[in-house]
């Protein structure tokens, strides 16, 4: 019986240690889940982002300089298809790869950048050029803003600055015009870019919490598997016991 004591307090002190060490990586799995996540929800839209960038290239060619559109469209490409590829080999990276904050790291550069390419279109000459330019330019980073939503709000230091690089320049071109009408457009551009922000915060924490829970089961699961597996190993340990 001593030893049968023994043995259930040594096992169940591994257990112990087993669930506390899981415990202390629940949140090195939560920044992985969430990359993962970031990277799932992009794959849809790097090719939105080429076709919309092809189409403002074929709209305003003739309005801008023939270069600065060409320079520009091909950023907006070149980074699309990087993102691509970095999704990819995320894909393929094992859980507790050490890659993974290099990956990170890369590939928040490239979503800055892309935002700050869609961005800097109100900062073109062309903007102020006739109404229908501005019109289509604003139709357009609004739209690009608001598809960013669904694709990186897995990550709050993915999408907030995202869309600060995004309708920022847009609202600081138009307060700078004497017109009412402007200054009016300026502050409901103000209000979206508040109204992203906010959605972005409320999304993020939803999935985290749901992520967060989902490994909380599963760390459950495996303990509650390992102590039934533990309770199984003691009996027959007690039963050889008797029979000696």
């Given at each position: 019986?001593?030893?049968?004591?023994?043995?259930?307090?040594?096992?169940t002190?591994?257990?112990?240690?087993?669930?506390?060490?899981k415990?202390?990586?629940?949140d090195e799995k939560?920044?992985?889940?969430?990359?993962?996540?970031?990277a799932?929800?992009g794959?849809a839209?790097?090719l939105v982002?080429?076709?919309?960038?092809v189409?403002v290239?074929l709209?305003f060619r003739s309005?801008?300089?023939?270069?600065?559109m060409v320079?520009?469209?091909?950023?907006?490409?070149?980074?699309?298809?990087?993102?691509?590829?970095?999704?990819?080999?995320?894909?393929?990276?094992?859980?507790n790869?050490?890659?993974?904050?290099?990956?990170?790291?890369?590939?928040?550069?490239?979503?800055?950048?892309?935002?700050?390419?869609?961005?800097?279109?109100?900062?073109?000459?062309?903007?102020?050029?006739?109404s229908w330019?501005?019109?289509?330019i604003?139709?357009?980073?609004?739209?690009?803003?608001?598809?960013?939503?669904?694709?990186l709000?897995?990550?709050?230091?993915?999408?907030i600055?995202?869309?600060?690089?995004?309708?920022?320049?847009?609202?600081f071109?138009?307060a700078?015009?004497?017109?009412?009408?402007t200054l009016?457009m300026?502050?409901?551009?103000?209000?979206?870019?508040l109204?992203?922000v906010?959605?972005?915060?409320i999304l993020?924490s939803?999935?985290?919490?749901?992520?967060?829970?989902?490994?909380?089961?599963?760390?459950?699961?495996?303990?509650?598997v390992?102590?039934?597996?533990q309770?199984g190993d003691a009996m027959?340990?007690?039963?050889?016991?008797?029979s000696r």
């Amino acid at each position: 019986m001593a030893e049968l004591n023994t043995s259930n307090k040594s096992g169940t002190s591994a257990q112990s240690t087993v669930s506390d060490s899981k415990s202390l990586n629940i949140d090195e799995k939560l920044k992985y889940e969430s990359a993962k996540l970031l990277a799932e929800q992009g794959r849809a839209s790097f090719l939105v982002s080429i076709v919309n960038a092809v189409i403002v290239y074929l709209v305003f060619r003739s309005l801008e300089a023939e270069l600065l559109m060409v320079t520009w469209l091909s950023a907006i490409v070149l980074v699309s298809l990087l993102r691509a590829i970095m999704v990819s080999r995320f894909l393929q990276m094992e859980e507790n790869d050490p890659r993974h904050g290099r990956w990170l790291l890369i590939y928040l550069v490239a979503v800055y950048f892309t935002g700050a390419c869609w961005g800097a279109l109100p900062l073109l000459p062309l903007f102020n050029s006739t109404s229908w330019s501005q019109a289509f330019i604003i139709f357009t980073v609004s739209g690009m803003s608001a598809g960013a939503l669904v694709s990186l709000y897995p990550m709050r230091r993915a999408a907030i600055p995202y869309f600060i690089l995004v309708v920022g320049p847009l609202i600081f071109v138009l307060a700078q015009s004497p017109q009412a009408e402007t200054l009016a457009m300026a502050l409901l551009a103000s209000l979206y870019l508040l109204l992203l922000v906010r959605s972005a915060y409320i999304l993020n924490s939803a999935a985290n919490k749901t992520m967060r829970l989902e490994l909380q089961n599963e760390e459950l699961f495996e303990f509650l598997v390992g102590t039934k597996v533990q309770d199984g190993d003691a009996m027959t340990h007690s039963s050889q016991q008797v029979s000696r």
